[in-house]
């Protein structure tokens, strides 16, 4: 049975990583003021709270459909051999797309009441319209992503590779650091046997970024511990950027699991500052989460209202 808590687990992630970083108010609203926000018989902010962290953005939403489109065409691929063409790959991502439109234009009122069930854009919340430049940002990715994914290294690897272990995609997992469950999301996981290498797979539908190799040097230390892959040389990572047709693969090595682990160690004190009961999970007053000096931020925050009223 659900047991309802006053106070989240506490745990650990990349994303939590970076929101914390960002901005410690808007920490504050995605882990603890929402929590129980779901509930009917919940206070007024924690509803808010819960239903802004609900909210998407057009960019978010696109490399969400992107990789929930890949997933099912590899796992359709893997059970039946077929494979969908590019056009209807990408007709199934515009239609996502419409109906997140069409949620958030005509549907707003029942988003407020079932933010689970219906989805809120953030531009569309906030300005009423989408910006014509993110239309066509988003319209020249979704041109060339499904294009870019069905000729990928990993998806040709996929069909052409027989001796292969697949491992459950885009689910999540965890493990252990000295006492703090971590979250992993993994986009793709397979084994080559005829190579004797793990690969991890991260599909971006965005530019290239430093944080690239960090992300998936944390998957690798999931590998270790978790899969109990005994040596570094086993595992090979891999970015797929599908707005170029591109991909890097790296071999790690000790010292990037070392500077991964570090990150965390600071990164789960630097949480802990902010907890009147560490055993708990106890957030300070909420006035003690400062909002970010960076006030650029503020206008793609889901958060902002919020902001402005306390």
């Known amino acids: 049975m659900y047991e309802i808590k006053p106070y989240p687990e506490f745990s650990w992630s990349l994303s939590r990583h970076k929101t914390l970083m960002e901005c410690p108010r808007k920490y504050a609203y995605e882990y603890y003021i929402s929590h129980n926000g779901w509930l009917r018989d919940s206070n007024i902010l924690a509803r808010d709270a819960y239903r802004f962290k609900k909210m998407t953005n057009l960019e978010i939403l696109f490399g969400s459909a992107v990789h929930d489109l890949i997933l099912s065409v590899i796992g359709n691929y893997i059970n039946t051999g ?20 069409k949620d958030s234009k005509v549907r707003a009122d029942l988003w407020r009441e079932r933010p689970n069930h219906f989805q809120m854009l953030h531009e569309i ?17 979704l041109n060339v992503s499904m294009g870019n994914f069905l000729t990928s290294k990993t998806f040709t690897d996929v069909k052409e590779k027989k001796e292969m272990q697949f491992v459950e995609a885009e689910r999540f997992r965890f493990m252990f650091i000295d006492g703090v469950k971590i979250f992993i999301v993994m986009d793709f996981l397979y084994r080559d046997m005829e190579a004797g290498k793990w690969i991890i797979v991260d599909w971006k539908t965005g530019k290239e970024s430093f944080e690239d190799r960090h992300q998936l040097a944390l998957y690798a230390l999931y590998l270790k511990r978790v899969l109990k892959v005994t040596s570094i040389e086993e595992i090979v990572i891999r970015n797929e950027y599908l707005l170029t047709g591109t991909h ?27 907890l009147e ?8 007053n909420f006035n003690t989460f400062p909002k970010t000096n960076t006030i650029t931020k503020c206008d793609r925050c889901n958060y902002k209202e ?3 009223m306390y």
């Open 277 to 284: 009961d560490i055993s708990a999970n106890q957030p300070l």
């Open 82 to 101: 077929f494979i969908p063409g590019e056009a209807e790959l990408n007709q199934r991502l515009r239609s996502t797309l419409n109906s997140a439109f």
């Open 125 to 141: 919340y906030y300005n009423g319209e989408l910006p014509q430049d993110k239309v066509d940002e988003i319209q020249k990715r």
């Open 248 to 274: 890097k693969t790296y071999q790690l090595t000790e010292t990037d699991l070392e500077k991964v682990h570090e990150l965390f160690g600071m990164s789960v004190l630097q949480m802990q500052r902010y």
């Open 306 to 308: 919020l902001c402005e």
